[in-house]
């Protein structure tokens, strides 16, 4: 997925479930300290892994889907492959 933020040297974005917070800043093009402080304020979906904050993808889509009175998209089904026995 292209990042439509970064101007003529467009770059790949890393299409991983979870997001840095400077990631999530980036894609949301507001300020890395901003997105901190929605987080702190509980606006932003984010979960803890030990000190770490990570913003899932998914929650962002819906976050942004629910603030911009859009009807929220169904979350893609996760499969995994098939075990060979």
């Given at each position: 997925m292209?990042?439509?933020?970064?101007?003529?040297?467009?770059?790949?974005?890393?299409?991983?479930?979870?997001?840095?917070?400077?990631?999530?800043?980036?894609?949301?093009?507001?300020?890395?300290?901003?997105?901190?402080?929605?987080?702190?304020?509980?606006?932003?979906?984010?979960?803890?892994?030990?000190?770490?904050?990570?913003?899932?993808?998914?929650?962002?889509?819906?976050?942004?889907?629910?603030?911009?009175?859009?009807?929220?998209?169904?979350?893609p089904?996760?499969?995994?492959?098939?075990?060979?026995r």
């Open positions: 292209l990042d439509p933020g970064a101007g003529h040297g467009a770059t790949l974005v890393d299409s991983s479930f979870l997001l840095t917070v400077p990631e999530a800043a980036r894609l949301l093009r507001i300020s890395r300290n901003l997105a901190y402080e929605l987080i702190a304020q509980n606006r932003l979906p984010h979960i803890r892994l030990g000190r770490r904050l990570l913003v899932p993808r998914q929650g962002l889509v819906n976050w942004i889907a629910r603030e911009s009175g859009l009807p929220l998209t169904p979350s089904m996760l499969s995994l492959p098939a075990q060979s």
